[in-house]
């Protein structure tokens, strides 16, 4: 079944949200992330300006936090927190070099990141995609299993 064929589904059935991995480290989908997924501006477009690179002051206290976490969890086998500006936003960038399922994850981390992030918001990217390999190529990492 095709992602979008799936959420008319849930439309046409008034279901609100859904989730992966229900018995494990579960993820709950819900209108806002589906909104957020299906959104245009979470998307790179090809010629897109985006200028990434090493922050200026890194988030000690963050960078703590994720570590902890990733040893717990063992999915992640690099971790790399980079700075990145997008239609002159600025975020933090975190890449990882991780195992599928740490993409189930995703919520934890920003959950744990949110009182860590001065205010700016926190991307995810893989390390396995086009973007996330060109990013990280000679950065040093944070985290390293």
């Known amino acids: 079944m095709k992602y979008n064929d799936f959420l008319k589904g849930m439309r046409m059935m008034h279901i609100k949200g859904f989730v992966i991995n229900p018995y494990g480290c579960n993820l709950v989908i819900g209108d806002s992330q589906i909104e957020t997924i299906n959104s ?10 985006i200028a990434v690179g090493k922050t200026k002051e890194m988030p000690v206290d963050l960078l703590k936090v994720l570590s902890d976490f990733f040893a717990k969890t063992k999915y992640v086998q690099q971790a790399f927190l980079l700075w990145m500006v997008r239609n002159n936003e600025c975020s ?24 860590y992030l001065n205010g700016f918001f ?16 000679n950065q040093l990492h944070f985290y390293k299993s």
């Open 40 to 49: 245009e501006s979470a998307k790179i477009s090809a010629g897109e300006k």
């Open 92 to 115: 933090y960038l975190l890449v990882l070099d991780a195992e599928n399922e740490v993409k189930t994850l995703f919520k934890s981390i920003s959950d744990i990141s949110h009182d």
């Open 122 to 137: 926190l991307d995810i990217v893989m390390a396995d995609t086009s973007f996330g390999r060109s990013v990280i190529e």
